[in-house]
Nanobody, 111 residues
Framework: QVRLVASGGGLVQPGGSLRLSCAASASIFSAHMMEWHRQAPGNERELVAKNSAFGRIDYIDSVKGRFTISRDNAKNTLYLQMNSLKPEDTALYYC?????WGQGLQVTVSS
């Protein structure tokens, strides 16, 4: 059974950067859509970025130009590089690959 292990959350000041990682236990990258979602307190979970098996990449408007989703097929790992972080980016972040969710990562942007 494929498992996802996410890492990289934390506390950062506004304007700072974090990189989230999501490692898969098996080689599934060639076949599935890869996604990062987030859920802020009191809000519904939202799709932040996605990377299709064909390489198409999409972002929600609020993170365009600041976040970058990428994948390393050799390492079976999905990344989300987050730059110029804002307080409104504070949320639990989740990776999702092929319908499987990783554990939530707390990202807090605060001075």
């Amino acid at each position: 059974q494929v498992r996802l292990v996410a890492s990289g959350g934390g506390l950062v000041q506004p304007g700072g950067s974090l990189r989230l990682s999501c490692a898969a236990s098996a080689s599934i990258f060639s076949a599935h859509m890869m996604e990062w979602h987030r859920q802020a307190p009191g809000n519904e979970r939202e799709l932040v970025a996605k990377n299709s098996a064909f390489g198409r990449i999409d972002y929600i408007d609020s993170v365009k130009g600041r976040f970058t989703i990428s994948r390393d097929n050799a390492k079976n790992t999905l990344y989300l590089q987050m730059n110029s972080l804002k307080p409104e980016d504070t949320a639990l972040y989740y990776c999702k690959i092929g319908g499987i969710w990783g554990q939530g990562l707390q990202v807090t942007v605060s001075s």
